[in-house]
C-alpha cells in the first residue's frame, strides 16, 4: 500500500546551518505531497505542499519539490533558526478521500 | 470560529470505561477527519467524513470505535471499553478543498 518514509530523528544542528529532512513515498498514481510542522506544544499547521511533479513548495524559507523520478519530497532550509525547533511530518494524500498518510515525523533541534 | 476546537484537551479514564471526543471543524468545511497520533504507530488515519456521503471508517482498529457528524458539522468520536493501547493524541482535521486543517487534539490516556 501507499506508504511515506522519512528519515529517523532527532536531528541537532546549530542555528544558520543547512537543513536537509529525507522524505521518499510509495503510491499508485500521483499523490499530492506535504509538510507539516507541530511546534512544541501546538497542533500541526501544514507548512508546504505539491501536487504535481517538478512543483516546488516552499514557506518560511523552507523548500521541497516533487521528485516523481525518485519518489522524493525533501525538505530543505539554507539557514534555520532556533524557533524553527519543532518535529515535521512529510505525508501524502492517499486516494479519493484524502486521507493523509503520514511519515513517522523528524524532531529538529536547532542550537543557539 | 477560526479554527478547527477539539475538546476535552485532556482525557484521563479508566480501563473499560467510555469516552467521547468531540470536533469543531471550521465552518463551511464540508470534510472532515480523526487522526491518532500515537509513540508506537505514528500519525494515522481512523476515519473521513464528506458531506452527507457514507463515511470512510477504513481506519479504525476495532469495533469499539465509532464516530458520528451531526448536521455536517461537530463530529463525536467514541471509544468504548477504553483499553491502554487506545492512550494516544485523538486529532480532528476539516477542509474544504485540498489542505487540512487540523485541531490541537485531546490527549487521552487510559490507566
Known amino acids: 500500500g501507499n506508504s511515506v518514509t522519512q528519515m529517523e530523528g532527532p536531528v541537532t544542528l546549530s542555528e544558520e546551518a543547512f537543513l536537509t529532512i529525507n522524505c521518499t513515498y510509495t503510491?499508485?498514481?500521483?499523490?499530492?505531497l506535504f509538510w507539516y510542522v507541530q511546534y512544541p506544544g501546538e497542533g500541526l499547521q501544514l507548512l508546504l505542499k505539491?501536487?504535481?511533479?517538478?512543483d516546488k513548495g516552499s514557506n518560511k524559507g523552507f523548500e521541497a519539490t516533487y521528485r516523481k523520478e525518485t519518489t522524493s519530497f525533501h525538505l530543505e532550509k539554507g539557514s534555520v533558526q532556533v524557533s524553527d525547533s519543532a518535529v515535521y511530518f512529510c505525508a501524502q494524500d492517499g486516494g479519493a478521500t484524502n486521507k493523509l498518510i503520514f511519515g513517522t515525523g523528524t524532531l529538529l533541534a536547532v542550537q543557539p | 470560529g477560526a479554527g478547527v476546537s477539539q475538546s476535552p484537551s485532556n482525557k484521563v479514564t479508566e480501563k473499560g470505561k467510555d469516552v467521547e471526543l468531540r470536533c469543531d471543524p471550521i465552518s463551511g468545511h464540508t470534510a472532515l477527519y480523526w487522526y491518532r497520533q500515537s509513540l508506537g504507530q505514528g500519525l494515522e488515519f481512523l476515519i473521513y467524513f464528506q458531506g452527507n456521503s457514507a463515511p470512510d471508517k477504513s481506519g479504525l482498529p476495532s469495533d469499539r470505535f465509532s464516530a458520528e457528524r451531526t448536521g455536517g458539522s461537530v463530529s463525536t468520536l467514541t471509544i468504548q471499553r477504553t483499553q491502554q493501547e487506545d492512550s494516544a493524541v485523538y486529532l480532528c482535521?476539516?477542509?474544504?478543498?485540498?489542505?487540512?486543517?487540523f485541531g490541537p487534539g485531546t490527549r487521552l490516556t487510559v490507566l
Open positions: 482535521a476539516s477542509t474544504r478543498g485540498e489542505t487540512q486543517y
Open positions: 503510491a499508485t498514481g500521483y499523490p499530492s
Open positions: 505539491a501536487t504535481k511533479a517538478d
